[in-house]
C-alpha cells in the first residue's frame, strides 16, 4: 500500500448475488483453462530447465525474439490472477531462454548482442511483464538497470550525447553493429518472401524493379547500398529502446533515465518539427535527417519507405510518446504519434480491394472476414521518391491508444470517424487470434462507449476457442520445428490474454513491438499478498472515461471470503478521489417461506479515497459495482508491489 497515506480506503461488498453473471463465470473459466494450458506447454515444447527445445540452427542476426516470444504473456496472465507457481515458471523460461540464446552466440551477459529495435523490442515485452509482475525480484530490478544503461552509458558506444543519437539499427549489449549482417549481403530476388515489400532502395541506378535484382551483380549492390545507407544511424523504429529505460526508470526514478527518456524523445521530436511535424525515419552518424539518403526525411532501416511504413514507425513513435508520459506526467508529448495518423488519414481513400491493395492486406481481411469487392477506407503506409503509397486500412490500436490515454474530444472524434468506411461492423467479435494478442479494438471499444452490450460474454467465448484451438494444434503436433521455422512456438502459445487485459484493466494489451503494459485498473489478493484477481473473484471494467471507471466485482466462492486491492493505473499512477458503490439497503434475507427469490434492494454509497489504492471485502457470493472518480497521472509510477507498502510522491 501507500506509506505516505496509510491504510486504504476498504469497502465492504453487501449486494449478495442473485443472478450470476455469465461473464464472470466465463472470466474464471478461462483463468482455469489458461492455467492448464501453460502447463501443457511447457511440459510439451521445453527442456527442464526452460529452455525450448530445439535442435535448429540459428541463421544470420536473426531470431533472439522469435525465442522469447512464445512466453512474452505468462506474466501478464499472472498478473491478471494466474496460478501462483506461473511465477517461478515464467522467470525459468526466460533464464533457460537467455542461456539458449548465450550458447548459440546472440545474447551477452543475458541481453541480446545487437540487433534492431522492431524485433528488440518483440524479445523484451517478456522481460517487462516480469518486472512488473514481480517489482521486489532484486535479480530483475538488477538486470533492468544494467539494461537500461546499455544505452544511457555513453561508454557503451549505442548512443551519442551530442547528436541525441542511437548510432546505428542494430545495437545492444555487444554495442553497435555496423550494417545488417550476413542475410543482406546480397539482396535477390530470388527471396521471394521479401518481393511484397519491393525495394529497399528505390534510388540506385539501374535497379527499378523487383525483376532487376535477379541480376547477381545489381542484388550485390543492393546489398552494398543496404548495408552502407540502412545499416547506420538513427532510426525512427530505435525510440522503442525507451522502453527499456522507462522500465528501469519505474523502480527508483533515478534523473538520468527520466532525463534521457526526455531527451531522446525530445530529439526526435524536434526533428519531427521540422518536418512539418511528421516523424522522419532517418538520421546519420553526424545527426543530421536524410544524411545517408539524398537528403530525404524517408529511407531508413524499417522506416518510411521499407518494408513496413507506419506499421513500424507509428508503432515506435507511440511506444516513445507513451513513455514520456509516464515519466513527465504530461500528454502533449502524443503529438508524436498523432501527426503519422494523420498524415495518412489526409490522404485515405475508399477501395473494395482492402486485400490486394497493399503488401499486408490480406491477413487483415482473413481476420476481419472481409470479402473482395467490400468497399474499405484504405490509408498509405509506405512513402518513397514517388510518394505515398502502399495502401492497408487504418491500423485501429493506435487511435485506440491515443484516445484511451488522453478522452479527448478530438481522439474520440478520430477513432469514432474511422468506423465509417470500416468494411466491417464494429460491434462483431471476429474469431481469430494472432501473436500479438490484439486485433478486437473495435468491439472492445464499442462495448466501453455503450454501444456494445453483448461483448464481455461474447469476447470471453472466443478466448476459449482460441485456447481450445491452440491446444489441439499442440497435441497435434507434439515436436518441435524444422530449422527454418523458429516461427512455431508463437503460432501454437496457448496463454491468451488481449481480452483479460480489455475488460479487467480496462485497457488495450501492451503494443506488442515493446510497448510496456498500461491499465486503468490493476488488482491485488490482499489476503495472499501477491498481483492479481484473487480466486473465484470476477472484474470487469464497463467504462473508462477522462473522469474515472465504472467496474464490477464479484465473488463466486460459495464459502470464501476475499479481498481486492484495487489499484489506479497500472504504475499507481493514477489518484482515486473517491468511490461511488452500491450496498443492500435491506439486510434481512428474506422470509423462507416466500416461493421468490428476492432482488435485493439496493442504495447508493461513496467513500472518499484520496490514494492510489482503495480495498474492497468481498463475502462469499456478493458482488459490488462502483463508480470511481480518477484523477489520472496525479502520482508517480512505480512498479508497486501488492506484497509491502510501496511509497508514492505527489507528481
Given at each position: ?472 494444434l499442440m497435441r497435434e503436433t507434439p515436436y ?146 462502483l463508480r470511481l472518480e480518477i484523477t489520472r ?19
Amino acid at each position: 500500500m501507500d506509506e505516505t497515506q496509510g491504510d486504504p480506503t476498504r469497502v465492504e461488498a453487501t449486494v449478495p448475488i442473485r443472478e450470476t453473471p455469465l461473464w464472470a463465470v466465463l472470466e474464471r473459466r478461462l483463468f482455469s483453462v489458461l492455467d492448464t494450458a501453460w502447463r501443457e506447454f511447457a511440459a510439451t515444447y521445453c527442456g527442464p530447465d526452460g529452455r525450448l527445445t530445439y535442435g535448429g540452427r540459428m541463421h544470420h542476426r536473426d531470431g533472439v525474439d522469435d525465442f522469447y516470444e512464445p512466453f512474452f504473456n505468462w506474466p501478464v496472465l499472472y498478473r491478471l490472477g494466474g496460478a501462483d507457481d506461473l511465477l517461478p515458471a515464467v522467470k525459468e523460461h526466460w533464464a533457460g531462454v537467455t542461456a539458449q540464446m548465450t550458447e548459440f552466440g546472440f545474447v551477452r551477459d543475458e541481453y541480446e548482442v545487437g540487433y534492431d529495435w522492431f524485433h528488440q523490442g518483440e524479445s523484451l515485452n517478456f522481460f517487462y511483464a516480469i518486472c512488473a509482475a514481480d517489482p521486489d525480484d532484486s535479480d530483475f530490478r538488477e538486470r533492468a538497470l544494467r539494461f537500461a544503461r546499455l544505452y544511457t552509458d555513453p561508454a557503451r558506444g549505442n548512443y551519442d550525447p551530442d547528436a541525441r543519437i542511437i548510432v546505428a539499427p542494430h545495437t545492444g549489449s555487444g554495442g553497435p553493429r555496423p550494417g545488417l549482417g550476413t542475410e543482406w549481403i546480397e539482396y535477390s530476388a530470388t527471396q521471394a518472401a521479401m518481393k511484397p515489400y519491393g525495394l529497399p532502395l528505390d534510388d540506385l541506378p539501374g535497379i527499378t524493379r523487383w525483376d532487376d535484382l535477379y541480376a547477381q551483380e545489381n542484388a550485390r549492390r543492393m546489398g552494398d547500398a543496404m548495408q552502407d545507407r540502412l545499416g547506420r544511424g538513427d532510426t525512427a523504429v530505435n525510440l522503442a529502446a525507451t522502453s527499456l529505460v522507462t522500465n528501469a526508470w519505474l523502480y527508483d526514478h533515478a534523473p538520468e533515465l527520466g532525463d534521457w527518456v526526455v531527451e531522446y524523445v525530445g530529439a526526435w521530436r524536434e526533428r519531427a518539427a521540422a518536418n512539418g511535424g511528421l516523424i522522419p525515419d532517418n538520421v546519420g552518424p553526424s545527426g543530421v535527417v536524410g544524411e545517408l539518403h539524398g537528403g530525404h526525411w524517408y529511407g531508413g532501416h524499417y522506416g518510411w519507405a521499407w518494408p513496413h511504413g507506419l506499421h513500424s514507425v507509428e508503432s515506435a513513435a507511440m511506444i516513445a510518446a507513451v513513455n514520456e508520459t509516464l515519466v513527465t506526467g504530461g500528454t502533449a508529448g502524443l503529438d508524436l504519434a498523432r501527426a503519422p495518423l494523420d498524415t495518412v488519414i489526409a490522404r485515405s481513400v475508399v477501395r473494395a480491394d482492402a486485400a490486394t491493395a497493399g503488401s499486408m492486406g490480406w491477413g487483415w481481411a482473413q481476420k476481419m472476414d472481409v470479402a473482395p469487392g467490400v468497399p474499405v477506407r484504405l490509408v498509405p503506409y509506405r512513402h518513397g521518391s514517388d510518394g505515398w503509397f502502399d495502401l492497408h486500412p487504418v491500423p485501429l490500436v493506435y487511435p485506440v491508444w491515443l484516445w484511451w490515454l488522453t478522452s479527448e474530444a478530438g481522439d474520440r472524434k478520430r477513432l469514432e470517424s474511422l468506423e465509417e468506411d470500416a468494411g466491417f461492423d464494429w460491434r462483431d467479435t471476429k474469431w481469430f487470434q494472432d501473436k500479438e494478442e490484439q486485433g478486437h479494438e473495435a468491439p472492445w471499444v464499442s462495448f466501453l462507449l455503450g454501444r456494445n452490450p453483448r461483448y464481455p460474454e461474447d469476447a470471453l467465448g472466443l478466448a476459449l476457442g482460441q485456447v481450445a484451438r491452440r491446444l489441439a494444434l499442440m497435441r497435434e503436433t507434439p515436436y518441435g520445428p524444422p530449422d527454418d521455422d523458429i516461427h512455431w512456438w508463437q503460432r501454437l502459445n496457448p496463454v491468451v490474454t488481449e481480452v483479460l487485459t480489455q475488460l479487467v484493466t480496462g485497457a488495450p494489451p501492451a503494443l506488442y513491438n515493446g510497448g510496456l503494459a498500461l491499465a486503468r485498473v490493476t488488482f491485488g489478493d490482499a489476503l495472499r499478498g501477491r498481483p492479481g484477481l484473487p480466486d473465484d473473484v470476477a472484474a470487469l471494467v464497463r467504462e473508462a472515461d477522462a473522469d474515472g471507471v465504472r467496474l464490477e466485482l464479484v465473488n463466486l466462492d460459495p464459502a470464501a471470503r476475499r479481498e481486492v486491492v484495487v489499484q489506479a493505473g497500472a504504475f499507481g499512477e493514477d489518484r482515486i478521489d473517491r468511490a461511488v458503490f452500491d450496498q443492500r439497503a435491506d439486510d434481512r434475507p428474506g422470509d423462507s417461506r416466500g416461493y421468490l427469490v428476492p432482488d435485493p434492494r439496493t442504495r447508493q454509497a461513496e467513500a472518499p479515497v484520496g490514494s492510489s489504492r482503495l480495498l474492497i471485502a468481498l463475502p462469499p457470493l456478493h458482488r459490488i459495482s462502483l463508480r470511481l472518480e480518477i484523477t489520472r497521472r496525479a502520482q508517480t509510477p512505480a512498479h508497486t508491489s501488492f506484497t509491502r507498502p510501496t511509497p508514492r510522491r505527489d507528481t
